[in-house]
């Protein structure tokens, strides 16, 4: 046994040799060493060696980010046991990170493997297999939300090129319904993505520790993302959340955004609301498709609301409609 487990601690101090220090100056004479110890460790029956050996790869990509030793060297050979030591569910109390109010538990040598594990179906063109598991890591705890949004971006990618390359009829639309179910889950990850990191930098809001929490570790649903939105003040984002549900029943709703996004904008801004209304209120409002969701923006309630509010906070020779009229036209 030790014999064993001294052999294989002299193979990894050669592994270290020729994947890290890379110490030959001879690069050809590098590559020829390289490919001959993968080789004859590639060819090896023994689980728990392809484990260790696996195992040490890994490690060496999370020491530092900026390899790529599991993609460069393995993948390619589709060794026996990588995909299921890239499954194993880890336990590793060195590779957790506990948080408190009985929030899980963080498992990042786990979570780094199911990653690997993309990595590696996207490398050998196991498409199906990574669109599953991508769908999986959507839900599953302990990934930040710029990680789910990265997984749900891979996830569309993935379905397109499963969808164009097809080879069989597909009647029943299944590959098309999952693209656009990530595509919708997509634009509700990038709504809360928005709300997250506006009010992780903006020191001025006091914000709740645990809707903090919630908008970074799970993908919320609409109707909480609208309420947090609402919450804060945040009625750029409330009305993107309307849109989303290309619901014209909901016209009370956006009206009533608009009217506090533009309160928001004069107790900001002043006196001078007008003038930032004038070269920034296009750019919020053509965000939204008019042609197909007309309601999102009431052109005449809601220049009648903005004149009105002109006559109110301004002395009346300040008072100008050409500004009102030029926050909207031609823009919009």
Not at 85 to 110: H, M, Q, V
Not at 117 to 144: C, P, Q
Not at 150 to 176: G, M, Q
Not at 226 to 249: H, P, R, V
Request: with cysteine; aromatic share 14%; glycine share 0%.
């Amino acid at each position: 046994n030790n014999r064993i487990i001294n052999a294989w601690n002299e193979i990894f101090k050669c592994l270290k040799i020729l994947f890290i220090d890379k110490t030959s100056k001879n690069r050809d004479h590098l590559l020829h060493n390289q490919q001959r110890v993968l080789s004859l460790c590639l060819q090896q029956d023994n689980i728990d060696f392809a484990y260790k050996f696996y195992q040490w790869f890994f490690d060496q990509d999370c020491i530092n980010p900026h390899n790529r030793l599991m993609e460069d060297y393995l993948f390619k050979h589709k060794p026996r046991y990588l995909e299921s030591f890239l499954s194993e569910n880890t336990s590793s109390t060195t590779t957790t990170t506990a948080t408190t109010d009985n929030k899980p538990i963080i498992n990042r040598e786990r979570n780094n493997r199911l990653k690997k594990l993309v990595h590696f179906y996207r490398e050998n063109r196991e498409i199906s297999k990574m669109i599953k598991l991508l769908d999986a890591l959507t839900k599953s705890s302990g990934f930040t939300l710029e990680e789910r949004a990265e997984f749900l971006i891979e996830a569309k990618r993935a379905t397109k090129s499963l969808n164009n390359n097809r080879t069989n009829f597909d009647p029943h639309n299944v590959i098309l319904d999952k693209f656009n179910k990530f595509e919708e889950k997509s634009i509700l990850c990038q709504i809360q993505l928005n709300i997250y990191n506006y009010l992780s930098n903006n020191n001025n809001i006091n914000t709740n520790d645990e809707d903090l929490y919630d908008l970074n570790y799970n993908l919320l649903n609409l109707e909480r993302l609208y309420d947090i939105s609402k919450k804060y003040g945040l009625y750029e984002y409330a009305l993107d959340c309307l849109s989303f549900t290309n619901d014209s029943s909901v016209i009370e709703h956006i009206n009533g955004c608009w009217y506090q996004y533009i309160a928001n904008i004069i107790k900001t801004y002043k006196y001078k609301w007008t003038e930032y209304l004038a070269d920034n209120f296009s750019k919020i409002v053509n965000k939204y498709n008019l042609q197909q969701q007309p309601w999102m923006f009431n052109q005449n309630e809601i220049i009648f609301y903005l004149n009105k509010v002109n006559l109110q906070t301004h002395k009346k020779e300040q008072v100008s409609n050409i500004i009102i009229i030029n926050s909207i036209y031609p823009n919009i």
